[in-house]
């Protein structure tokens, strides 16, 4: 089926949400016949709650990450993404702030105990001069797709059991992914994959995944799974001297897991005239570009969890 996606008008009354119309996604969405799953019809408003302005740029320590604590532990509850142990939250000390990681769980099929995590950090750079760097590629992009992830695996379990780590102070040096790898949650060594998602949204057509150099295995699988994908998906940038550019191997949170030997894709987008700058908003999204990158990033999550069994 071909949904409607709901374009939100956000209210400034902290994370009051009025939609304002229901749009199909675009005539060249409708040229391409791409179908979408029911778990994304929330994507687009999921992404504008979290890139508002209310939101303050979700710096750790501050009142917008609090409320996007809020809004992202309600949207797990109401996903049916349970907790590990008591809590969703679990809080550690920064240099400048008390930052809190959001963790939770939705079982897999198999006996055997084995997990895939998908990490995406949702905080940003907060309040600067008196200007909202709303980070609505960063991240708010990689969590607003993972919960969009967590409502198709609800409905359709992985094999392996997934965590969904929405993990705060990344901009800080990865420290919301290196306290989760620090004291883990889970076994470590019953980690089969790290996904990790950051900046996905504005592809312009080009989708990175990250991460095969290190465990070749991963590579024809993310080939046969992206061959009809919507959006061209090109692997790299996980190398010294690469062609294309940067090695990203140890650029976002990913790199804890890989420095602790867990295999990771990550997926990413080459840099943009909005990177942190407060131009990154939620109006600066092509949500055809957006829908057919979690749609294909959902795709490849699939065919690694086959694959990896």
């Known amino acids: 089926m071909r949904l ?18 229901a749009t199909t996604l675009t005539a060249e969405a409708a040229a391409q016949d791409i179908e979408y799953p029911a778990s994304f019809d929330r994507l687009l408003q999921d992404l504008s709650v979290l890139a508002h302005d209310s939101m303050e740029g979700r710096a750790p320590g501050t009142p917008g990450s609090a ?11 109401s996903i049916g993404a349970a907790p590990i142990g008591e809590s969703y939250e679990h ?15 939705v079982p897999g099929r198999d006996a055997t105990k084995r997990y895939i995590v998908l990490t995406a950090h ?3 750079q907060g309040v600067r001069g008196g200007v909202v760097f709303n980070g609505a590629d960063d991240n708010a992009s990689g969590v607003a797709a993972a919960l969009a992830i967590a ?24 420290l919301g992914a290196k306290e989760f790898v620090a004291q883990p949650p889970i076994p470590l060594g019953q980690i089969a994959l790290n996904v990790n998602l950051d900046m996905v949204s504005r592809t312009a057509g080009l989708l990175w995944a990250v991460g095969a150099h290190h465990t070749p295995a991963l590579r024809p699988v993310i080939e046969e799974a992206t061959a009809n994908a919507p959006v061209t998906v090109r692997q790299g940038h996980d190398r010294a001297g690469a062609p294309e550019g940067a090695n990203w191997t140890n650029s976002s949170d990913h790199a804890p897991f890989h420095q602790a030997g867990i295999p990771f894709v990550y997926f990413g987008v080459e840099d943009h005239a909005d990177y942190h700058r407060p131009t990154d908003d939620f109006e600066n999204i092509d949500p055809v570009e957006y829908v057919a990158s979690v749609r294909t990033i959902l795709t490849v999550m699939r065919a690694l969890d086959e694959a990896l069994r």
């Open 151 to 174: 409502r198709d695996v609800v409905a359709s379990p992985l094999g392996a059991t997934l965590v969904i780590a929405l993990v705060d102070a990344e901009e800080e040096g990865l």
């Open 91 to 105: 809080g550690f000390e920064t240099a400048n702030a008390r930052a809190v990681n959001i963790i939770a769980t």
């Open 122 to 124: 949702y905080d940003h």
């Open 4 to 21: 409607r996606f709901v374009v939100p008008a956000v209210m400034r009354t902290g994370l009051a949400v009025a939609v304002a119309a």
């Open 67 to 77: 409320r996007a604590r809020v809004f992202l532990i309600e949207s797990l509850k």
